[in-house]
């Protein structure tokens, strides 16, 4: 089997993969310790990690060079957090996402929120950006496509859902392996998600959210923790900085 068809496999709804997101290959060898069954950059932690804001600021090139350091360390298989694929046309974002498979890593975090501009995407643009992705990676590749509506409003009503689940299935029609929606916590409105989005559904943890079986039993199927295991170690390591200057 291969780390692709290992990787897609371990997205079960109601048994859901945890990733517990890294920087490097120290922080990956450290998750791997712990028992995780899969590896998953973040884009922030990697970009705070390395003197850079987030938003696409990590140059392209340390980027890929980051990823494939990271396989050539660890033998579970590796999902980058691309952000934005570099680009909001089509042909070069898949063409950026086609050199990330180069590097070995079995997938990416595709998201349609407009980085360094405002507001999402248009749903049929983002729609031709997945669909140029899925044509230059074939099929041996998980697109987890991202929607990032929650993050753009404080109203998380049944209007969003529909805007999420409208998002979703066209996600899928464009060819994504899977549909992440940061932010979503509510199980009622997961178990609509997953009822009417024909993709496996990634949550993100994160302070305050429920608990993960409680997201278990509405159905979802992977679970990350994006910029907060880095931003806890980084509090714990300024504590202990402290405690040994003072």
Same mark, same amino acid.
């Given at each position: 089997?291969?780390?692709? @068809? ?18 490097? *290959? ?5 998750? /791997? ?12 932690? *990697? ?36 952000? &934005? ?7 070069? &974002?898949?063409?950026? *996402?086609?050199?990330?498979k180069?590097? &070995?890593?079995?997938?990416c ?5 407009v980085? &360094? ?47 999420? /689940? ?30 009417? *989005?024909p ?23 992977? /679970? ?8 806890a ?9 402290? @405690?040994?200057?003072?």
């Open positions: 089997m291969s780390k692709f @068809e290992t990787f897609a496999g371990l997205h079960v709804p109601g048994d859901p993969l945890i990733l517990y997101n890294i920087w490097d *290959v120290g922080s990956a060898l450290a998750v /791997i310790a712990a028992g995780a069954k899969a590896l998953a950059t973040g884009s922030h932690p *990697v970009a705070d990690a390395n003197g850079w804001p987030d938003g696409q600021q990590v140059p392209i090139d340390f980027a890929f060079a980051n990823a494939r350091r990271i396989v050539d360390a660890a033998e579970l298989p590796l999902t980058v957090d691309f952000e &934005g694929a570099y680009s909001a046309d089509p042909a070069q &974002g898949a063409e950026n *996402v086609a050199k990330l180069q590097t &070995g890593a079995v997938g975090n595709f998201e349609d929120q980085i &360094g501009g405002e507001g999402l995407h248009p749903l049929d643009l983002q729609s031709r950006r997945i669909a140029a992705i899925r044509g230059s990676v074939g099929d041996d590749f998980y697109i987890n496509a991202r929607t990032d509506l929650f993050l753009k409003t404080q109203t998380f009503d049944d209007v969003l859902i529909e805007k999420v /689940i409208e998002r979703g299935k066209a996600f899928a029609d464009a060819g994504a392996s899977g549909f992440f929606v940061p932010r979503l916590a509510d199980p009622r409105q997961i178990e609509r998600v997953v009822r009417e *989005v993709l496996p559904l990634n949550v993100i943890a994160f302070p305050g959210a429920p608990d993960k079986k409680i997201w278990a039993q509405a159905g979802v199927a992977r /679970i990350s923790h994006g910029p907060f295991p880095h931003r170690l980084m509090a714990k390591l300024t504590e202990m900085a402290s @405690e040994a200057i003072n």
